[in-house]
């Protein structure tokens, strides 16, 4: 059973970091692409960043390039999504998604990230 | 970027009812377009990829059509467990984006 875990979350301050982690499990992690994809509170889905299985492709979104970084360790199964120069538009539920063929084909249950002093 | 217009935003229905859902791309995405449910305790299930393929074990009532610009999302009887929120999302390019979301409701 495929499963994503996510990890790290919590209330930070603005201009503070933040790393979040997700855990993969159930399938071989180092075959698929990755993505980060978030939810403010009440709002819809937006997607935050790709990583290619090899991490050769890296993608962000306009919102979060400069400041978030997305990476992975294919022997821990194990993404990770960087968060510097914390905003409080930044606040939402941030899932891990597995990059199917051509879709978002399994979701962890997310984790929150609350930027606030 | 590629910007998807979601319509419509609440959508108000009855069991047993057909509905329909639709998705625009500012440009033309040559059908790389999904669709996605996302229940209230926050867990979010694909329906469909690449316009009208259904991903594995979604219920034969979800159909999925579009080309160009213009897609849709058509539920042919509500059931209890379909009242959700549904996004559309294009995969064309990058930065991948979604639509706003559409609520499906009880009426």
């Known amino acids: 059973e495929v499963q994503l875990v996510e990890s790290g979350g919590g209330l930070v301050q603005p201009g503070r970091s933040l790393k979040l982690s997700c855990v993969a499990s159930?399938?071989?992690?180092?075959?698929?692409?990755m993505n980060w994809i978030r939810q403010a509170p009440g709002k819809g889905l937006e997607w935050v960043a790709y990583?290619?299985?090899?991490?050769?492709?890296?993608y962000y979104a306009e919102t979060v390039k400069g400041r978030f970084t997305i990476s992975r360790d294919n022997a821990k199964n194990t993404l990770y999504l960087q968060m510097t120069s914390l905003r409080s538009e930044d606040t939402a539920l941030y899932y891990c998604?597995?990059?199917?063929?051509?879709?978002?084909?399994?979701w962890g249950q997310g984790v929150m990230v609350t930027v606030s002093s | 970027d590629i910007q998807m217009t979601q319509s419509p935003s609440s959508l108000p229905a009855s069991l047993g009812e057909r509905v329909t859902i639709s998705c625009r791309a500012s440009q033309g995405i040559s059908n790389n377009l999904n669709w996605y449910q996302q229940k209230p305790d926050g867990t979010i299930k694909p329906l469909i990829y690449?316009?009208?393929n259904l991903q594995s074990g979604v219920p034969s009532r979800f159909s999925g059509s579009g080309s160009g610009t213009d897609y849709s999302l058509t539920i042919s009887s509500l059931e209890p467990e379909d009242f959700a929120m549904y996004y559309c999302q294009q995969d064309a390019s990058f930065p991948l984006t979604f639509g706003s979301g559409t609520k499906l409701e009880i009426k």
């Open positions: 159930g399938f071989t992690f180092s075959n698929y692409g």
């Open positions: 690449y316009t009208s």
């Open positions: 990583i290619s299985s090899g991490s050769s492709y890296i």
């Open positions: 998604a597995r990059r199917g063929t051509t879709l978002f084909d399994y």
